[in-house]
């Protein structure tokens, strides 16, 4: 059954365009990495909004920006839809951006066509969803699952060199129209738009992905340390590059891992060396490695092989390897109850669905260790994301949206 109300497309679309100027890239992607200053300019500018309809504003200490509208009995957990608004340094305008502002067009259109609901809705922005400026990633939404901020985080560096506890601080004051709020509470259920970020659903032209739950994620941060020397004097019985090493590891891990295991995700990020003179031999080699799988025995197998390979080859050029794990999330799964309502919902809106895991990982994960969660996810165009040319129709915008306005009038039931 569906609710006689609609969103409007148009708003959403317009809203879509606007916060895409907040880090617009030349190439038409967003630079807008989680706690700078364009960050903070997304996050009053969606509060802005808020206030203007009167919704309430909060955040909380990990700085989750939450936007509430009230419900006949406010004591009842509320009901959460949204995603974050931080993007990848390269990425795409609708990343994140798309679940957070077609809940907040589920908001508008609830208060446009005067509907009460028995539960509060809140629209949630989660901290740090994306991990690249600041690792881990879900920071926001990990740490009010647990109810607590690592106490190591605050001194964790960016890749830009700023300190997570200033940059957190100085959120956090940028805000002063958001009521602080402790960190988590109870809630009935969380609903997430995503786009794909995936080819499957444009393949099958199927507008509307149900997913049934999220794939495991491993971050390994690899140091290698050798012996920086002069490249003109050194001879090669005297070399401990670091360098070699790590390439002739990385050449046999791209050789192996997903040739031989098409579940598998194996990606070098980022690689750094130190000290990065034309005319010396590498004191240090560093890099990236993301690891992904459905089963989580593949990702520990995976992370034995990695390390084994990255030994061997540091021995062979007598040199050191060190390994930090900075993040590491098994697979999730939504429940039953949660993917019947969207299905349902999307039957309501004659909206094709299939069901599907998300490659990718999102706050969803997170939440669904407190509270019953699922997603809805829209095809973005080749399955490209994590990429300026990230573009998903204005169709399927606005079919998520619409599926996610009859889910959140179903589920903000009494
Ligand atoms: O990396 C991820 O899976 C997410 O898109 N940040
Ligand atoms: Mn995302
Ligand atoms: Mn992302």
Known sequence: MTADIDINGARLLGRLDQFAEIGATARGGVNRQALTELDREARSLLAGLAATRGFAVFQDPVANLFIRRSGRDDRAPPLLIGSHLDSQPAGGRFDGALGTLSAFEVLESLEDAGIETDRAIEVVAWTNEEGCRFAPGCMGSSAFSARAIPAEWPDFVATDGAVFGDELRETLEALPQAAMRDLGMPVHAYLEVHIEQGPSLEKDDIPIGIVTGIQGTRWLQVNVSGQTAHAGTTALSYR??????????????????????????????????????????????????DIRHPDPLAINR???????????????????????????????????????????????T?????????????????????????????????????????????????????LLLQSTIELAKG
Do not use: W
């Open 350 to 402: 004659g909206l094709a669905t299939k069901r599907m895991v998300s490659g990718a990982f999102h706050d969803a994960l997170f939440v669904n260790r407190i509270a019953p969660s699922a997603m809805i996810f829209v095809p973005c165009r080749d399955g490209l994301s994590h990429n300026e040319a990230e573009y998903t129709a204005p169709g399927h915008v606005v079919s998520g949206a619409r």
């Open 302 to 348: 995976l992370n034995v092989t990695i390390e084994q390979c990255f030994r061997e080859r540091a021995e062979a050029q007598r040199c050191e390897v060190l390994f930090k794990r900075s993040f590491d999330m098994p697979p999730a799964t939504f429940p039953e109850k949660l993917l019947t309502v969207l299905e349902r919902a999307a039957e309501g």
């Open 240 to 289: 401990r590059d670091p360098l070699r090493a790590m390439i002739s590891a990385l050449d046999t891990l791209y050789s192996t891992v997903m040739p031989q295991d098409e579940s598998a995700r194996f990606t070098i990020g980022r690689i750094e060396v130190e000290p990065g003179a034309i005319n010396a031999i590498p004191a240090l080699a560093r890099c990236t490695i």
